[in-house]
């Protein structure tokens, strides 16, 4: 397997536009999780997903953060409008049950 | 709830010499643990892990850990450090999500 992949690695966009990160899961697994990682706040779970349902997005900082899992192999996250203060590296993981999570090598997001 | 401390933010160890990185969890039922290490602009790799079972476990790079119930510990260690060693690392617990420490820092002096 080719792990988890995330697109596009690096994204540099204008404040106020639109942003989608996308991950696609280890074949498999049934949880997905989001991450956000910041130098003031280290690492954050913003959202996951069991069996494509969101469980828990207590993480997610404000309206406009949101994500869905249409599908077992395929998820995105989408900010809209996007903000400088969104600037970060977001990472996508994934697992079967309680085993070991796998990360994606994440995508860095700068928003000017 | 469970939670997981890592008490030391950043640790500096000279090449060569042993290393121990302390964490401690709060959990209320056998925990599953984890280590998970970070080199600058990667993303997380996982060092080891303990389910049950033997309570030193091994894992890649010569990193071992030791579950210790009555502390509510998962120390990791290893006996000589290597440069290539300089990361972040995190350790964690999962009940359904994945709880991570605030992780330390580690640098490696020549």
């Known amino acids: 397997d080719a792990g988890v992949i995330q697109s596009p690695r690096h994204e540099v966009t204008e404040m106020g536009q639109e942003v989608t990160l996308r991950c696609k899961p280890i074949?498999?697994?049934?949880?997905l999780f989001w991450y956000r990682q910041t130098m003031m706040r280290g690492l954050e779970l913003l959202i996951y997903?069991?069996?494509?349902?969101?469980?828990?997005d207590s993480g997610m900082p404000e309206d406009r953060f949101s994500a869905k899992m249409p599908n077992a192999s395929f998820s995105t996250l989408k900010i809209q409008p996007s903000e400088p203060r969104d600037s970060a590296v977001y990472f996508c993981?994934?697992?079967?049950?309680?085993?070991?999570?796998?990360f994606g090598p994440g995508t860095r997001l700068t928003v000017l | 709830a469970q939670s997981v401390t890592q008490p030391d933010i950043h640790i500096t160890v000279s090449e060569g010499a042993s290393l121990e990185l302390r964490c401690n969890y709060s959990?209320?039922?056998?925990?599953?643990l984890f280590w998970y290490v970070q080199s600058p602009g990667q993303g997380l790799q996982l060092l080891l892990k303990?389910?049950?079972?033997?309570?030193l476990v091994q894992g890649i790079k010569g990193f071992e850990a030791e579950f210790k119930r009555s502390q509510s510990s998962f120390n990791l260690r290893k006996p000589s450090v290597h440069w290539s060693d300089a990361a972040e690392y995190f350790c964690?617990?999962?009940?359904?999500?994945?709880?991570f420490g605030t992780g330390t820092r580690l640098t490696i002096i020549p």
């Open positions: 997903f069991n069996n494509n349902v969101p469980i828990d």
């Open positions: 993981a994934s697992r079967r049950d309680r085993d070991e999570q796998f």
């Open positions: 303990y389910f049950s079972g033997d309570t």
């Open positions: 964690a617990v999962v009940r359904e999500k994945l709880t």
């Open positions: 074949s498999g697994h049934d949880y």
């Open positions: 959990y209320g039922a056998t925990p599953y």
